[in-house]
T-cell receptor, first 113, second 115 residues
Framework: AQSVTQLGSHVSVSEGALVLLRCNYS??????LFWYVQYPNQGLQLLLK??????LVKGINGFEAEFKKSETSFHLTKPSAHMSDAAEYFC???????????FGTGTRLLVSP | EAGVTQFPSHSVIEKGQTVTLRCDPI?????LYWYRRVMGKEIKFLLH????????ESGMPNNRFLAERTGGTYSTLKVQPAELEDSGVYFC?????????????FGPGTRLTVT
């Protein structure tokens, strides 16, 4: 069965600091992996996706994630946090083009001045 | 292009009442999904439509939940009768029917509170 683990329900960083949000997955077949972001009072927005092409995936707003098969990880990073990055971030896995998404529990990113 | 819309944005009902949530997917998207997030937990899959047919309803909690998709366009999710544990945020998502990656576009969600 597929599952996703996001370490840390809350992550706090200072503006300008590195953002690192962790995601580990469990899948018996090659996965598709996604990061979604939810800003307050909005729906989920796709940040980036891994589709078995390049292992380093670049997304919107300066975020990127690296697929590491040996570690079953897909951590999300951003070199320099901005106040506008404060939101909740969700890692999700799927394993075909049309299957349901399995989500992690989410990580709320807090950015302080 | 309009995104996925959901109505209402909030609903507060009493235990035992009926509530119907509506989702309008992006035009042309054959796939429509319902998900739910109970407070403090992960977002969980409820069911998946392809056009008007239910492709996967393995996540539906029980028979108090009924989902329909009229003519392969909008979808409704009815909860009857509602229980306290049904409270949460209900998300709808849609995607195109094509080979390869399934990029799902989410609506803003409906926050359901059962008192």
């Amino acid at each position: 069965a597929q599952s996703v683990t996001q370490l840390g329900s809350h992550v706090s960083v200072s503006e300008g600091a590195l953002v690192l949000l962790r995601c580990n997955y469990s899948s018996s077949v090659p996965p598709y992996l996604f990061w979604y972001v939810q800003y307050p009072n909005q729906g989920l927005q796709l940040l980036l996706k891994y589709t078995s092409a390049a292992t380093l995936v670049k997304g919107i707003n300066g975020f990127e994630a690296e697929f590491k098969k040996s570690e079953t990880s897909f951590h999300l990073t951003k070199p320099s946090a901005h106040m506008s990055d404060a939101a909740e971030y969700f890692c999700a896995v799927s394993y075909t083009g049309f299957q349901k998404l399995v989500f992690g529990t989410g990580t709320r990113l807090l950015v302080s001045p | 292009e309009a995104g996925v819309t959901q109505f209402p944005s909030h609903s507060v009902i009493e235990k035992g009442q009926t509530v119907t949530l509506r989702c309008d997917p992006i035009s042309g998207h054959d796939n429509l999904y319902w998900y739910r997030r109970v407070m403090g937990k992960e977002i969980k899959f409820l069911l998946h439509f392809v056009k008007e047919s239910k492709q996967d309803e393995s996540g539906m909690p029980n028979n108090r939940f009924l989902a329909e998709r009229t003519g392969g366009t909008y979808s409704t999710l009815k909860v009857q009768p509602a229980e306290l544990e049904d409270s949460g945020v209900y998300f709808c998502a849609s995607s195109q029917q094509k080979q390869g990656i399934n990029e799902q576009y989410f609506g803003p969600g409906t926050r359901l509170t059962v008192t």
